[in-house]
């Protein structure tokens, strides 16, 4: 499935990218950047979840027109890293720079090449959401089907949307708590990463609200337990498979559920410790080990894996419920246990 | 017109900011921002355009239908003007402070302000587009309508895209001539503020291929004298009327033709004027004065006048060949008449 859907995606990018438009006249650069983010990396786990929502609703044949639709989100997924990089001012992603990072050094001589790589990252997003709808509306949808399907893709915009601004203001206070970043989870992950794709095959196979509630029933836990995986990765994981640095996560103090698990079980000693070496970019990997060590001596990681474990179970259960077509299950806990139990 | 656009953009914003959504969680703030930047000023141009082509499609009567389709160009703009006022830095739109500025000033105790502020405005635009995709698909539209007006805004939003990143580039080399700075303003400004609002409004009149090609002929020296006006407001009018700081065009050297022109005609010591003081956010009212003496005794000044004069001429030319119905070749005069006449 994955290399049909990396199909769909050449083949659209090899039009944008040789075609006679307006790519001809300079933007071209900008056009292969967001070719080479989406190509060079990506689970493509939202295009897989749209095919899981068809099946779902009965319908198994996955026809061009349906890999056309689930291909979308992936540059959907595309267009929220590439601003999410920006916001995050992170360096490197999918193990090469982000794209306000190689436009800055492209430009070694540009006077103002931080603004330079930002605003072509910012523009670079637009694109890559650009090309998305471009993707959708052209995948050779009926109309009908295309009438189905545009409440899913207005709803999870406006739900990303709420979910990066959510993750913003919650810096405000890094000590938000576990409510409010199991919120931003909710948000900026679990929705459109798993509800929504879910949806949207689903309203490709003209199935109502009955089944888009069992398959919410399944996709929340399980967009959480991936987003906690994320967390554990972002400060535990191995950034030669994360392809994202090691210490972006504890440099920026991503108010995510493990360090808020971690203050609130820390004595006065395990505190000090997260306050004074997180959210400074100078972290090093020794000050990085110090804060790992309290994340685990305050029971703050395994309780993390606690939470994982609790929504898998949820997510099963919401599947067994659900009653689906057998390979659509099948396929659903496949996914579900990759990302749980993922390394990278 | 502009108060039945107003009127469909209050019901939209009052929909999403007073639902029982996402927004009572904590991204109210965010939602009223967008509005309060949307409704607080502009034109409303870009609709009006559209409401233009559907005219000269044969079609006169303004239905909800229609009026909804148009205001949602509204909100595009919204998204470009936000993201653009990030990518250049500035400080005030609409006589009020920009998104970025805004959010930044409501978090006074943040230790990144700024980085909030960017980030919050990438998202601001997001949103807007977000929404501007939600008004056109919920407008009313019929499948075959829907059908028709989607490519239309696909290719405008690649196009908006490649001009804001030709914006960008031609930066890096701030003396691109006149060529490259027409180039972004046909991009960045005449094909999304004429053209394809006009061939929105032509689709939605079951229009076919010829009539774009005309609209098209009227359009893009309409947009570029629209631009060229813009560029001799960006410095040589007024705040109090632009709602835009007097000096930023300056301060950034924004690479318009104005600059390009002034620096082809000028002699050494002119230049030594153009280089010395623009491009630098220290720049003051002084300086910016010296600057504008040498964009007039150049004749740089006069020489975008003329330009403005002889795409006005082109437009109205191809206004006349088009031989649309009087009153939509009438609103399109006065359309035209307003924007090249502006001063602010």
Same mark, same amino acid.
């Given at each position: 499935?994955?290399?049909? @859907?990396?199909?769909?995606?050449?083949?659209?990018?090899?039009?944008?990218?040789?075609?006679?438009?307006?790519? $001809?006249?300079?933007?071209?650069? *900008? +056009?292969?950047?967001?070719?080479?983010?989406?190509?060079?990396?990506?689970?493509?786990?939202?295009?897989?979840?749209?095919?899981?929502?068809?099946?779902?609703?009965?319908?198994?044949?996955?026809?061009?027109?349906?890999?056309?639709?689930?291909?979308?989100?992936?540059?959907?997924?595309?267009?929220?890293?590439?601003?999410?990089?920006?916001?995050?001012?992170?360096?490197?992603?999918?193990?090469?720079?982000?794209?306000?990072? $190689?436009?800055?050094?492209?430009?070694?001589?540009?006077?103002?090449?931080?603004?330079? =790589?930002?605003?072509?990252? !910012?523009?670079?997003?637009?694109?890559?959401?650009?090309?998305?709808?471009?993707?959708?509306?052209?995948?050779?949808?009926?109309?009908?089907?295309? $009438?189905?399907?545009?409440?899913?893709?207005?709803?999870?915009?406006?739900?990303?949307?709420?979910?990066?601004?959510?993750?913003?203001?919650?810096?405000?206070?890094?000590?938000?708590? @576990? +409510?409010?970043?199991?919120?931003?989870?909710?948000?900026?992950?679990?929705?459109?990463?798993?509800?929504?794709?879910?949806?949207?095959?689903?309203?490709?196979?003209?199935?109502?609200?009955?089944?888009? +509630?069992?398959?919410?029933?399944?996709? *929340?836990?399980?967009?959480?337990?991936?987003?906690?995986?994320?967390?554990?990765?972002?400060?535990?994981?191995?950034?030669?498979?994360?392809?994202?640095?090691?210490?972006?996560? *504890?440099?920026?103090?991503?108010?995510?559920?493990?360090?808020?698990?971690?203050?609130?079980?820390?004595? !006065?000693?395990?505190?000090?410790?997260?306050?004074?070496?997180?959210?400074?970019?100078?972290?090093?990997?020794? =000050?990085?080990?110090?804060?790992?060590? @309290?994340?685990?001596?305050?029971?703050?990681?395994?309780?993390?894996?606690?939470? !994982?474990?609790?929504?898998?179970?949820? $997510?099963?259960?919401? *599947?067994?419920?659900?009653?689906?077509?057998?390979?659509?299950?099948?396929?659903?806990?496949?996914?579900?246990?990759?990302? @749980?139990?993922?390394?990278?």
């Amino acid at each position: 499935m994955r290399s049909r @859907v990396d199909a769909v995606l050449d083949e659209f990018f090899g039009s944008r990218l040789h075609g006679a438009g307006a790519e $001809a006249e300079g933007t071209f650069d *900008l +056009a292969e950047d967001v070719r080479d983010y989406v190509t060079r990396g990506g689970k493509r786990l939202r295009p897989m979840m749209c095919v899981v929502g068809r099946h779902a609703g009965g319908k198994s044949a996955v026809s061009d027109v349906v890999l056309r639709t689930a291909a979308s989100l992936e540059l959907f997924h595309a267009f929220t890293l590439i601003h999410d990089d920006v916001m995050d001012r992170s360096d490197l992603r999918r193990g090469a720079p982000t794209v306000h990072r $190689a436009v800055a050094a492209r430009h070694p001589g540009h006077p103002a090449r931080e603004a330079l =790589g930002t605003g072509a990252a !910012i523009v670079a997003g637009d694109l890559a959401l650009a090309w998305s709808d471009e993707l959708l509306h052209t995948a050779g949808l009926s109309p009908a089907e295309l $009438a189905a399907v545009l409440p899913v893709i207005d709803v999870m915009r406006t739900e990303v949307v709420h979910g990066q601004y959510l993750d913003l203001t919650t810096r405000v206070n890094v000590r938000g708590g @576990v +409510a409010a970043a199991l919120r931003t989870a909710r948000y900026k992950t679990a929705k459109y990463t798993f509800e929504r794709p879910l949806h949207l095959g689903a309203a490709l196979a003209g199935a109502g609200e009955g089944l888009r +509630a069992a398959l919410s029933a399944f996709a *929340l836990p399980a967009g959480e337990a991936f987003q906690l995986r994320d967390d554990l990765l972002g400060v535990f994981g191995a950034s030669e498979r994360t392809g994202k640095p090691v210490l972006d996560d *504890l440099r920026q103090a991503k108010p995510t559920v493990l360090p808020a698990l971690g203050y609130q079980r820390a004595d !006065i000693a395990q505190r000090l410790v997260l306050d004074t070496l997180t959210g400074r970019p100078e972290l090093d990997e020794h =000050g990085a080990e110090r804060v790992r060590r @309290v994340l685990r001596e305050t029971g703050a990681a395994e309780a993390v894996e606690d939470m !994982i474990r609790l929504r898998r179970r949820q $997510a099963l259960q919401a *599947l067994a419920d659900a009653a689906l077509p057998a390979p659509a299950a099948e396929a659903a806990r496949q996914l579900l246990h990759g990302v @749980v139990e993922r390394t990278a």
